[in-house]
Nanobody
């Protein structure tokens, strides 16, 4: 029904920046929310940010002021701009989509992309 493909992960130095992309295809008109989760080794999976159909955004406390979620409707793509990266940001980042209004039901998931912040 819906396919999500992440890209843009890689290795970056502390203080650097990286932009992740999530391209959506299929029945994307059914998606009300798009978000980014991350999971680091030994840690619980956490919601990084999400954006609603109307464009409202929400961020986890650990990334507020550093990360920005955005969307390009013409390209059916959601982005996560990550600035001032810290080693603690190292994780696998997953794109996710939810078809319901509230609370989000994260039914659709990408394959994940590795982000490593290290000197």
């Amino acid at each position: 029904q819906v396919q999500l493909v992440e890209s843009g992960g890689g290795l970056v130095q502390p203080g650097g920046s990286l932009r992740l992309s999530c391209a959506a295809s299929g029945s994307i008109f059914s998606i009300n929310y798009m978000g980014w989760y991350r999971q680091a080794p030994g840690k619980q999976r956490e919601l990084v940010a999400f954006i609603t159909r109307s464009g409202s955004t929400s961020y986890g406390d650990s990334v507020k002021g550093r990360f920005t979620i955005s969307r390009d409707n013409a390209k059916n793509t959601v982005y996560l701009q990550m600035n001032s990266l810290k080693p603690e940001d190292t994780a696998v980042y997953y794109c996710t989509g939810a078809p319901t209004s509230w609370p989000p039901r994260w039914d659709y998931w990408g394959q994940g992309t590795q982000v490593t912040v290290s000197s």
